[in-house]
Nanobody, 114 residues
Framework: QVQLEESGGGFVRTGGSLRLSCAAS????????MGWYRQVPGKQRELVAR???????TYADSVKGRFTISRDIAANTVYLQMNSLKPEDTGVYYC????????WGQGTQVTVSS
């Protein structure tokens, strides 16, 4: 059963924008925070952005000022608005929900070409 449904990835050129969405199932309870993590081949999955239940946000230094994480509480959905994209933003983006155990989305590919 899919708990986190991701969408919005794609192929864009440098300077373009994308908005990722992650909708949590109504059966997923007690979410303390949700975030986006990026993984590239041969490297550790890293935090891109995170938002807590209370609304506190955290960003990787590399995306500050360009990416914005937001949420729609009623829809149980988190978004990642990505502007001024760079090739180094390329990777598979995974949605994460923090509960008693972590839940992960299926991943969505973001590719930024020069």
């Amino acid at each position: 059963q899919v708990q986190l449904e991701e969408s919005g990835g794609g192929f864009v050129r440098t300077g373009g924008s994308l908005r990722l969405s992650c909708a949590a199932s109504r059966t997923l309870f007690a979410i303390n925070a949700m975030g986006w993590y990026r993984q590239v081949p041969g490297k550790q999955r890293e935090l891109v952005a995170r938002i807590t239940r209370g609304g506190t946000t955290t960003y990787a230094d590399s995306v500050k000022g360009r990416f914005t994480i937001s949420r729609d509480i009623a829809a149980n959905t988190v978004y990642l608005q990505m502007n001024s994209l760079k090739p180094e933003d390329t990777g598979v983006y995974y949605c994460n929900a923090e509960t008693i155990r972590p839940y992960w989305g299926q991943g969505t590919q973001v590719t930024v070409s020069s």
